[in-house]
């Protein structure tokens, strides 16, 4: 089996919904992915932020954790990103060899950590606004977002700006394991 992308990586887990948009995304097969919400909302209105945040740490891949690879898989829903986080693109949670019906079931915080104990990144950090499904192990690496403002409100880009920068250079966001103890190959 190949090894998937990102081993010893730093890594940012990725989702769309209420981190780059707001939370409430539909989607219908003629229209595709559509916001209902009230007007001063977008699609991806905080991609930039999240751009720029990103641009002086070009060591950090990202690995798509949101719902929007289940419908246009993984190139399909980084072709959504801005040229510069889409570059970062090294993967996603969920893949095609996986039975989505299983995959879809779990709760975020262990499709994320489920794919973190078979990438094995150097560091990772996650964006959602799904509080569900963490392990004590892993939340300390789990920022949750705002579901309506994402990563927009400023005591988020802090902590965001704060934890990116500890990510960039290999160091756990505190005391707890970047991950359980991995049995070695």
């Known amino acids: 089996m190949k090894r998937p992308k990102g081993r010893g990586a730093p890594l940012l887990y990725l989702d769309f919904d209420g981190v780059l948009t707001h939370e409430n995304v539909l989607w219908h097969p003629r229209r595709g992915?559509?916001?209902?919400?009230?007007?001063?909302?977008?699609?991806?209105?905080?991609?930039?932020?999240?751009?720029?945040?990103l641009q002086p740490y070009p060591n950090i891949k990202v690995v798509l954790s949101t719902s929007w690879v289940h419908q246009y898989g993984c190139t399909g829903a980084a072709k959504r990103l801005?040229?510069?986080?889409?570059?970062?693109?090294?993967?996603?949670?969920?893949?095609?060899?996986?039975?989505?019906?299983?995959?879809?079931?779990?709760?975020?915080?262990?499709?994320?950590t489920e794919d973190v104990l078979r990438r094995r990144p150097g560091a990772w950090l996650a964006l959602d606004d799904d509080p569900l499904?963490?392990?004590?192990?892993?939340?300390?690496?789990?920022?949750?977002?705002?579901?309506?403002?994402?990563?927009?409100?400023?005591?988020?880009?802090?902590e965001l700006r704060e934890r990116l920068a500890l990510l960039a250079d290999l160091k756990p966001p505190s005391v707890f394991p970047t991950h359980p103890p991995f049995q070695e190959e």
């Not at 009230?38 to 932020?49: D, N």
């Not at 892993?138 to 005591?155: M, R, V, W």
């Open 33 to 53: 992915a559509y916001l209902q919400a009230p007007e001063r909302y977008r699609l991806f209105q905080h991609a930039p932020l999240l751009d720029a945040m």
């Open 82 to 112: 801005p040229p510069g986080l889409r570059v970062r693109v090294i993967g996603a949670t969920f893949h095609s060899r996986m039975p989505l019906q299983g995959f879809a079931l779990l709760p975020r915080g262990e499709q994320v």
């Open 133 to 158: 499904g963490w392990p004590t192990w892993a939340q300390p690496h789990f920022l949750q977002t705002d579901p309506y403002e994402g990563i927009s409100p400023p005591h988020l880009q802090d």
